[in-house]
């Protein structure tokens, strides 16, 4: 510049004037101003221009430290597996995210050997679905060779699994008009971790298949569920295409706003009030939440928030418990309300709590026998007691009586 002039920095004048800011751009500065004309330049398309730039160059830096960092995680994997711990053969890129979360090593472990394990009963499920098929492979070649040529019984039709899943949703179709309602709350994401999530939704999975497939099934309501949030994501996930053709009412209003609070009982292990019978026009809503660290109270604080009434299985009166805490499952749950809803018979109902957590049944009429007995010598002491505070103050006069007769007898004599 100091030189002269360039003419490498003169730009040409755009034919369409274009409304944005300009800079004004000049020849060399010389001794003397020379008076050739103004040339101008796009601010703004330059600015985007290197905006852009900057983005691509920060967007390929995440992206290879990402690939960097799924690498190195990936790399510590393979050397655990030939330290002989226990890893799965096969991990996926989501898998090694959700592992890069993990903020201590113990947890990179634990996940890593739920992985293994999962991948294990995979296999098993696998191998044994290859021997089942052999098996019948092997029956219909005998059937087959032993075939004398004489006609079937076509007495009884056999039903194919096509037709039994449509009687299935016929009978679910049928329950979202006119069946009973049965909320699950989802409103606990915050309080489960990841692997508590999974279970939390396979759990839901199993309820489902349960619930479709019972005499008289329920009309299933998923409240609280956000859209692309944790239980969304994760149902999705699972069900796949099926998830939209699901017979299931899912919606991200809370039951108090679906139905009247009058009708709701909130079902929780830590109620205070036990239940004693199922009512078929009250609204039971269950808690959806697998918690392995058994936090206490979490369900019912929230029923008292919402001021709903909270009730409790009767388990200690038909249930010899053992130690342990008294919360089951959610596929366990719905089992239990279907066969209350059919049958009404508490006995029949708890045969679905698993048998490691309780010793035995309680003889329910030795129970009841025992609180009448029980009733009735309670009555009887406290008749005896009223008797003997009657009969105190009438000894009390007949001693006085007595004593003042033989002073008076004294006296006399």
């Known amino acids: 510049m100091q030189s002269g002039t360039k003419k490498d920095l003169f730009l040409t004048t755009p034919q369409r004037s274009f409304p944005c800011r300009t800079l004004i751009l000049s020849p060399a500065l010389k001794k003397q101003i020379s008076s050739s004309p103004t040339e101008k330049l796009d601010l703004d398309g330059w600015k985007n221009v290197m905006r852009s730039g900057m983005q691509e160059e920060v967007g390929e ?8 960092t799924l690498a190195a995680t990936r790399e510590l994997v393979e050397m655990w597996r030939l330290a002989g711990k226990t890893v799965p053969e096969n991990i996926s890129e989501e898998e090694l995210k959700i592992l890069m979360e993990c903020s201590t090593k113990s947890s990179k472990k634990k996940y890593l050997k739920y992985l293994a394990v999962k991948e294990k009963v995979k296999k098993a499920s696998k191998v044994k679905q290859e021997k089942q098929k052999e098996a019948k492979r092997e029956k219909l070649e005998k059937a087959k060779e032993n075939d004398t040529g004489e006609l079937k019984n076509t007495f009884l039709l056999q039903f194919w699994s096509k037709s039994m899943d449509r ?10 008009i006119f069946g009973q309602p049965l909320v699950f709350d989802m409103a606990y994401e915050n309080y489960m971790s990841r692997r508590e999530m999974e279970n939390t939704v396979n759990q839901l999975m199993e309820t489902e298949g349960w619930n479709r497939r019972a005499m008289d099934p329920f009309h299933l309501h998923f409240c609280n569920i956000k859209v692309d949030g944790p239980y969304h994501k994760e149902f999705v996930k699972r069900y796949g295409e099926a998830w939209d053709n699901l017979l299931v009412t899912v919606t991200e209003q809370s039951h108090t706003d679906v139905f009247p609070s009058d009708k709701l009982i909130y079902l929780t292990a830590d109620s205070p009030n036990v239940m004693k019978k199922f009512e078929h026009d009250k609204i039971y809503i269950v808690g959806s939440m697998v918690d392995r660290n058994i936090q206490t109270g979490i369900s019912l604080a929230h029923a008292k928030r919402l001021k709903l009434t909270t009730e409790r299985l009767p388990l200690e009166r038909y249930l010899k418990w053992e130690t342990g805490a008294k919360n089951l499952t959610l596929d366990q749950m719905i089992r239990i309300l279907l066969t209350l809803k059919d049958t009404g018979d508490w006995m029949e109902a708890l045969k679905f709590v698993p048998k490691r957590k309780y010793e035995a049944f309680v003889d329910t009429s030795f129970y009841s ?7 009735r010598r309670t009555k009887v002491f406290e008749f005896s007691n009223s008797q003997e505070k009657v009969k105190k103050p009438f000894v009390e006069n007949s001693f006085r009586k007595q004593t003042e007769k033989k002073w008076w007898i004294a006296e006399e004599s």
């Open 61 to 68: 830096a995440s992206e290879s430290e990402e690939d960097s």
């Open 167 to 176: 009687m299935y949703n016929w009978r679910t179709a049928q329950a979202m």
């Open 369 to 375: 026998k025992h609180k009448t007995d029980t009733g």
